[in-house]
């Protein structure tokens, strides 16, 4: 229908009369006689996020309750001042959070590849790790000395001397009975190993096999002789095997009397250390850890005490992957990377010489997830589900409240010998943000999400506009021109940002509350002040920055508006034609929405099909416009009504 026939009141063949909109029904202004103060240096700043009354309460007892899964989704566009909101919230509740304890990792000698998860009263983590620290340099430095003390050399001295005089009353008569038969015990060396011999003594020395049979040859040595030798020979060989188990077992018994010398004064020494600290550190996985140290220095270190030993350098080591200072305050984590190792923690690798990688405990690393322990952590939903396992890990860690550093999908078999840290047991609340078009997705996919999220804190994206918000306005822009030390704002400036909200917000009775897009106007408008040196900003600052906003963007408009003027595109604007309607398709360009001119026209003619969509039928339709095209469909059988079938292509 075309303007002239609106202005009119009727168009031809129109079902009822048309009115003209009055000019001051389009555009609404903000008198700024009307407002009651100068400027915004006479208005009280407002610290909170203004006409969001029933977000705020909704997130009041999200953060406040302790209850399962009420974790907390705020909805709404970027803008309206959630991350603010968030912020200023918790800072003005400061909620009371069960302390988290600290916690710790230490190595598991039973199960290598699975670190022993330590937890600790807050803030006495690196107590502990001092005091272990300590007992690691005497069991590296002192423990070998102490064990090498004048006292201990005497008890292994008589030890040595008790083990001789065994070894003399078995080996004496064995000795006596050789030489009386002419032979003579000898020790050998074959390759690498020594073997002890039975040989005959000529001339009162031991002669081997092959001498012997040479001075037979040169008539030096009687065959006779030589069968008795060895005859005797075989009976003292078989004699020598069983005294050669009694010195072994002389000998067994002597390492093991030393052993347990050795034992027993390391025990005794190390548990001086020990039992201070299980005296001090009570808790059950303390003591199994220190029963652990203790056995694996009794019965794998003592040889080597006193010499470089680097893996005492991790093995007795402590790291402490989450202490607390004296801070009672709730942590709030903000996470802006969730990549699924920020949130769970990293184990770290370390390169051996020869290039094999190599992990251990001292390695781990705590995560967004781990610091939030009996806090809040807050995300933007958009960042997580974009991170490759993200939400994954996060929906597990919130279903179960057992945190896995690294979970099986974080394992890589090129990475070397892996670890699976022990679970932490963690309770933290979440807070997700994002937009109405999120919240149903995760809602209609996800099962556990409504389990997990069951406070919704709603953003709108408008408030009234009413004196009450008009003069939040002027509190906003009280804030940010105090805040970021700009040039304040006249009444007439706060006016026209007041109206310039109104047609952000496009509807009646409401202005925007992203106001995120007005402290940008703002802000430039007290630019272009600064630069004329004037001590207020006004209303003609702020057109200026709402003209050079709109510049920087409206590239499409002006080519469209080139083409128009030029006539390659003709929109008809005056009578009227049958069939044809001028529409106006809307179109956004950053933060501004343009709505350009296009005709539509419609041709009906005799036939079966009915109505037809040419988008469709030509696959470039999308779901809105085939849905709406159907519509229309229905409401043309409505105005056409007849008591048999249409039978028409239109």
Not at 175 to 184: C, I, S, T
Not at 235 to 243: N, P, R, Y
């Amino acid at each position: 229908m075309s303007t002239s026939d609106q202005a009119g009141g009727r168009a031809k063949g129109d079902r009822g009369p048309v009115s003209a909109l009055p000019a001051e029904v389009l555009r609404w202004t903000c008198d700024p006689a009307k407002l009651a103060f100068e400027s915004t240096e006479d208005v009280e700043p407002i610290t909170g996020v203004v006409g969001q009354d029933d977000a705020v309460e909704a997130l009041r007892f999200g953060l406040e309750t302790n209850a399962p899964g009420q974790n907390v989704f705020v909805r709404g566009l970027t803008g309206t001042g959630r991350m603010t909101l968030l912020k200023r919230l918790l800072e003005e509740i400061q909620p009371t959070c069960p302390l988290a304890r600290d916690r710790c990792y230490v190595h598991n000698f039973a199960q290598p590849d699975r670190p022993r998860l330590i937890t600790l009263p807050r803030g006495k983590a690196k107590e502990f790790r001092r005091r272990i620290e300590k007992l690691a340099d005497f069991i590296g430095e002192h423990l070998g000395p102490a064990l090498s003390s004048e006292a201990i050399k005497a008890r292994r001295t008589a030890l040595e001397r008790a083990a001789e005089q065994e070894f003399q009353a078995v080996m004496k008569p064995f000795n006596e009975a050789l030489r009386a038969a002419g032979l003579a015990m000898v020790s050998r060396q074959v390759g690498p190993i020594t073997q002890t011999v039975i040989l005959p003594l000529v001339e009162g020395k031991p002669v081997p096999p092959e001498e012997l049979d040479q001075l037979i040859a040169r008539g030096q040595y009687d065959q006779e002789q030589q069968a008795a030798l060895r005859e005797a020979q075989a009976k003292f060989e078989e004699q020598l095997a069983e005294i050669s188990e009694k010195v072994n077992e002389i000998r067994r018994k002597h390492d093991q009397a030393v052993q347990e010398l050795l034992e027993k004064n390391a025990r005794q020494m190390l548990g001086k250390f020990v039992d201070v600290i299980e005296k001090d550190f009570p808790e059950p996985s303390v003591r199994t850890f220190l029963n652990e140290v203790f056995e694996d220095v009794v019965a794998n270190r003592l040889p080597q005490l006193g010499k470089e030993d680097g893996e005492l350098g991790t093995l007795y080591r402590v790291n402490i992957v989450l202490e607390h200072k004296d801070e009672v305050s709730c942590p709030i984590i903000i996470e802006n990377t969730p990549t699924m190792r920020n949130l769970l923690g990293t184990i770290d690798y370390e390169f051996a010489r020869g290039g094999e990688a190599r992990a251990t405990h001292m390695g781990i690393g705590a995560g967004s997830l781990l610091r939030a322990d009996g806090g809040y952590l807050i995300l933007e939903a958009r960042d997580v589900l974009s991170e490759p396992g993200a939400w994954k890990v996060l929906v597990r860690m919130l279903r179960t409240d057992r945190l896995e550093i690294a979970p099986t999908e974080l394992i890589f078999p090129w990475t070397g010998p892996s670890l699976k840290p022990e679970p932490i047991d963690v309770r933290v609340k979440v807070v997700l943000l994002g937009d109405s078009w999120i919240y149903h997705l995760l809602d209609g996919h996800d099962p556990d999400f409504p389990q997990l999220f069951k406070v919704l804190a709603d953003f709108d994206v408008t408030i009234a506009r009413d004196d009450r918000g008009i003069n939040e306005y002027a509190g906003v822009l009280a804030r940010i021109a105090r805040e970021e030390e700009l040039t304040p704002f006249d009444r007439s400036a706060v006016a026209a940002l007041v109206e310039y909200g109104a047609r952000v917000a496009a509807r009646k009775g409401k202005l925007t509350a992203r106001f995120g897009r007005l402290a940008d106007i703002a802000r430039e408008a007290a630019f272009i002040a600064a630069k004329e040196n004037r001590r207020f900003v006004t209303a003609e600052d702020v057109r200026t920055a709402f003209w050079r906003s709109k510049r920087r963007a409206d590239l499409p408009a002006r080519r469209f508006r080139e083409l128009v003027a030029d006539g390659t595109i003709r929109v008809q604007t005056h009578e009227s034609a049958v069939g044809q309607v001028n529409g106006l398709a809307v179109l956004q360009a950053g933060p501004l929405v343009y709505g350009f001119p296009a005709r539509i026209t419609a041709t009906i003619g005799p036939g079966t099909a009915g109505v037809i969509n040419i988008e469709r039928e030509a696959a470039l339709s999308g779901a809105i416009h085939t849905k709406g095209f159907y519509i229309l469909g229905g409401l043309l059988r409505w105005l056409l009504r007849t008591d048999h079938p249409l039978a028409f292509n239109a």
